[in-house]
């Protein structure tokens, strides 16, 4: 009887919980750090140092958030995840946002239960192969072999793209973007397919880069952002806003060298970011000075894009579209206000 | 529930033990049938208010993309429903291989213990000790990256003959194509092992009979090569070869062995084949030594000893262990993630689960999936152990 009646307390325990899953905000500064899945390793956009410090323009979206809602951009447990295991890992509740190059497509949108943020890398799909095959265009790509990463957007605008244009082409699908490098490496496929960024991080980490050459087509738009579970408005606003700061103070001029002086000398839309004017950080629910932190610790976008993709970086890559608006890209931060 | 009290006569309906054991059984019965069905109602109500979608709809949308090897026809367009068979037809290929030949090679090896042959006993010994206790995972690693990956490429390929080519992209074998007439050939081949089995029949009652023996190996071997030999002769050859040519980037036509295939097989082979090895020598270890000395002073030649005395009583301790060990592979056989082999956890719990997100559905049915085949292994060699198993006096 004794058995029976524990039984049944635990089903009752497990019909009672439902619905536990708003109040991000509350967890994380209970937890004192926001749980961010980055990748498991892109160079640019979430890699590890030898110190074990991770950096890159994805993580600079986890640092912003815990700046804004910690005021400590250091306050970020890190958790990598391979393409696979990202959403499954968002939607448990074992990290309380995704910034993983993931690419904000309408399936992901309507059918898992996720919320994208906004977009902090506009980019798309490309090819690189080797130079010794003499390949000037992916319209030469007939019958090759294509190395890919598994569960990605990549695999089905591949296929698309071959299917479009009458070519037949076999699939080589890794489960890391590491193992499709050593894949084209070891000449498992002819040409490595993904988003152009990843090409230029996975080319400068071939032994000799030169032997390859991304090729000019881009396939596919690929908007990258970060994403966080369905439901919970408030901390979906506070991710949002939080990488929106990032643009905005890119826009308005503000960067980590002059944040300081601006914060009191600047003028209404400055001051209005930086919380001296208006109330938008409590807004929010955090302090006035949400956006503040963001740019005095983790700098504004244009910064955190040259420290870790442009060209302060191994990756030189240009703004193109991530250009603001106004500088012939199409980065376009609504306004604080 | 204790039966001896049941004979008691008891005026109350509860206090019969009888009753109050039903009445305990329908309560756990319910108990449990609620706990799941909560599981399920709850899972399925957070699931809707998280907006995620459910369902098993999505066995019948396009699934958008390409899978390496397929041995059904199966492009981009094809549904999540064929996805789901084509990488439960590669589990089944690469496991039926892999227990295919780990069995040969454990029978060879643990046969090869007893050799009294120094070298061949060592080399034995030697197998079993480093494929056991390495991590299959790092050995699977090591076929693939270490051992196949350092093949040269398409253009450089090693070719013997230049009908089979072997490259980093694979193993490429002439593929032999049936024309118009070939089916015949192809229904010889299922007369000549009905023949074969008839011929076992007869042999056994006859030598049961007169005591005379018939020597089924060569005329089996003759009547399953020579029929169907026979039979392609007289209706004129209908096959032709039709041999790999490197076209463009790659090898086509043929037959192509990818090398995920290749490594993934090997490794799970020469894994599962060292613990075959250790069950077989366990078993012929088992049947005590003054079974061989009776046999010897029967005048039993030594090969007939093996496989007259030996074996048939050996079987019946490899056999359940050969059991654990075909489950084994077969769930071993997911590590073929780690290199891209599209089975049935790569294609569908990897790349289907990323692209429909729901994983709820598809984890249910790959498990559903690997339960069911591992349970036709077990009722298989149950059946099997059934028949090795020492015959009683009746």
Redesign the interface.
């Known amino acids: 009887?004794f058995?029976?009646s524990s039984?049944?307390a635990?089903?009752?325990a497990?019909?009672v919980?439902?619905?536990a899953?708003a109040g991000t905000l509350e967890d994380v500064k209970k937890r004192g750090s926001v749980s961010c899945g980055v990748s498991t390793g892109l160079a640019g956009f979430s890699q590890k140092d030898e110190k074990g410090a991770w950096s890159g323009l994805d993580v600079d979206v986890c640092k912003a958030v815990a700046a804004a809602v910690l005021g400590d951009s250091s306050k970020v447990q890190y958790k990598p995840l391979t393409?696979?295991e990202r959403?499954?890992a968002l939607?448990s509740g074992e990290i309380d946002l995704l910034s993983r190059n993931t690419t904000w497509t309408h399936?992901?949108d309507?059918?898992?239960?996720l919320n994208f943020a906004g977009v902090n890398y506009y980019d798309g799909q490309g090819f690189m192969v080797s130079n010794k095959?003499g390949v000037k265009s992916a319209l030469e790509?007939?019958?090759?072999?294509a190395c890919i990463q598994?569960?990605?957007t990549t695999?089905?605008n591949?296929?698309?793209y071959f299917?479009a244009n009458g070519m037949k082409?076999?699939?080589?699908?890794?489960?890391t973007s590491d193992?499709t490098r050593?894949?084209f490496e070891?000449?498992?496929c002819?040409v490595l397919t993904s988003d152009q960024s990843q090409l230029y991080a996975i080319r400068i980490g071939l032994k000799d880069p030169d032997a390859a050459v991304v090729l000019p087509e881009v396939i596919s738009k690929e908007p990258l952002g970060p994403v966080v579970?369905?439901?919970d408005d408030a901390w979906f606003n506070i991710v949002k806003w939080s990488m929106s700061a990032l643009i905005e103070a890119e826009f308005l001029g503000v960067d980590s060298a002059n944040v300081d002086k601006m914060k009191d000398e600047g003028k209404p839309g400055q001051k209005r970011l930086l919380g001296t004017e208006g109330d938008a950080g409590e807004k929010l629910g955090l302090s006035a000075d949400w956006a503040y932190n963001i740019v005095k610790q983790v700098g504004n976008y244009g910064e955190s894009f040259e420290r870790n993709v442009g060209m302060d970086s191994p990756l030189k890559i240009a703004r193109g579209l991530n250009a603001q608006w106004n500088q012939g890209g199409i980065l376009y931060s609504p306004p604080v206000r | 529930m204790s039966a001896e009290h049941a004979t008691a006569k008891s005026a109350s309906f509860f206090n019969n033990p009888r009753n109050r054991a039903l009445i305990?059984q329908a309560?756990?019965l319910f108990?449990?049938g609620?706990?799941f069905y909560?599981?399920v109602s709850?899972a399925l109500?957070?699931?809707e208010?998280?907006?995620?979608?459910s369902g098993f709809g999505f066995l019948f949308t396009a699934s958008?993309?390409?899978?390496?090897m397929s041995l059904v026809p199966y492009?981009?367009?094809s549904t999540y429903g064929r996805t789901f068979l084509v990488g439960l037809l590669n589990t089944i290929l690469v496991s039926i291989i892999g227990i295919i030949l780990a069995t040969l090679l454990g029978f060879v090896m643990g046969v090869a213990y007893f050799s009294n042959n120094w070298l061949v006993k060592r080399l034995s010994v030697v197998y079993v000790e480093i494929f056991r206790n390495i991590p299959l995972l790092l050995q699977v690693f090591f076929w693939y990256?270490a051992v196949l990956?350092?093949l040269p490429?398409?253009r450089e390929s090693m070719a013997i003959g230049e009908v089979i080519f072997l490259n980093?992209?694979g193993l490429f074998l002439p593929d032999l194509i049936g024309e118009s007439g070939s089916s015949i050939v192809y229904a010889s081949i299922g007369v000549a092992v009905v023949a074969i089995y008839m011929m076992r029949r007869w042999a056994k009652k006859r030598q049961d009979d007169t005591g005379e023996q018939f020597p089924i190996l060569w005329v089996g071997l003759g009547i399953f090569f020579g029929l169907p030999l026979l039979t392609a002769l007289v209706t004129g050859l209908p096959f032709y070869w039709e041999f790999p040519e490197l076209?463009?980037?790659?090898f086509?036509g043929g037959i192509t062995v990818i090398?995920e295939l290749m490594a993934l097989t090997i490794a799970l082979a020469v894994y599962t084949g060292a613990f075959i090895a250790e069950a077989v020598r366990a078993g012929v270890q088992s049947v005590p030594h003054g079974q061989t000395e009776a046999a010897r002073s029967l005048g039993l030649k030594e090969s007939r000893i093996m496989s007259l005395i030996i074996v048939p009583q050996a079987m019946r301790v490899i056999v359940p262990l050969l059991n654990s060990e075909y489950q084994s592979l077969v769930k071993n056989s997911t590590l073929a993630?780690?290199?891209?082999y599209?089975d049935l956890f790569?294609v569908f719990v990897?790349?289907s689960?990323?692209?429909?997100?729901q994983?709820i559905e598809i984890v249910f049915m790959t498990m559903a999936v690997y339960f069911a085949i591992n349970m036709t292994i077990s009722f298989g060699m149950n059946r099997f152990n059934s028949a090795v198993a020492l015959v009683e006096r009746k």
Do not use: C, H, W
């Open positions: 009887m058995k029976f039984i049944l635990a089903g009752l497990v019909g919980s439902v619905g899953q393409a696979k959403f499954t939607q399936t992901r309507t059918s898992l239960g095959l790509l007939d019958g090759a072999a598994a569960g990605t695999e089905l591949l296929a698309d299917r082409y076999t699939a080589v699908t890794f489960d193992q050593s894949g070891s000449g498992r002819d579970r369905q439901g | 305990y309560l756990l108990g449990l609620f706990f909560s599981i709850n109500a957070n699931m208010a998280r907006g995620i979608k958008g993309f390409d899978i390496l492009d981009a367009t990256f990956a350092a490429s398409a980093v992209r076209k463009g980037f790659n086509r090398p993630t780690a290199i891209g599209p790569t990897g790349t689960l990323n692209q429909t997100g994983a």
